[in-house]
């Protein structure tokens, strides 16, 4: 994972998910929950992730994709945030942010929840 690089393709039917203002509730006591609703399936290595009921499609890179699989099940921020710097050569405050964002992303675009 390089710096601030876009863990997902937000390109939807009808246009783009706006921008996540800071602080939308994500912490590393949060627990994310993977919306069971959303089919998704692998291309080339990068997810791929359908919204039947709404109509939009969503793409993820290699890390966004290993954030999907790690969530698999419920779980808290800061062992998303330790697998992936366990996994990949990422300063673990860089990892912190670009997930806290990307999770924010996930859940403005209601693929996840959290509690």
Same mark, same amino acid.
């Given at each position: 994972?390089?710096?601030?690089?876009?863990?997902?393709?937000?390109?939807?039917?009808?246009?783009?998910?706006?921008?996540?203002?800071?602080?939308?509730? *994500? $912490?590393?006591?949060? +627990? @994310?929950?993977?919306?069971?609703?959303?089919?998704?399936? =692998?291309?080339?290595?990068? /997810?791929?992730?359908?919204?039947?009921?709404?109509?939009?499609?969503?793409?993820?890179?290699?890390?966004?994709?290993?954030?999907?699989?790690?969530?698999?099940?419920? *779980? $808290?921020?800061?062992? +998303? @945030?330790?697998?992936?710097?366990?996994?990949?050569?990422? =300063?673990?405050?860089?990892? /912190?942010?670009?997930?806290?964002?990307?999770?924010?992303?996930?859940?403005?675009?209601?693929?996840?929840?959290?509690?």
């Amino acid at each position: 994972m390089r710096g601030n690089a876009e863990m997902v393709n937000f390109k939807r039917s009808i246009g783009k998910v706006g921008k996540i203002k800071k602080g939308f509730g *994500i $912490n590393l006591n949060t +627990i @994310i929950n993977k919306n069971l609703e959303i089919d998704d399936t =692998d291309l080339d290595g990068e /997810k791929v992730m359908m919204n039947l009921d709404k109509g939009e499609y969503f793409m993820m890179n290699e890390v966004g994709s290993r954030i999907w699989e790690i969530i698999s099940e419920p *779980i $808290n921020v800061r062992r +998303i @945030i330790d697998t992936l710097c366990s996994e990949y050569e990422v =300063d673990e405050e860089i990892c /912190k942010d670009t997930v806290v964002e990307f999770l924010g992303r996930l859940n403005n675009a209601e693929l996840i929840s959290i509690s």
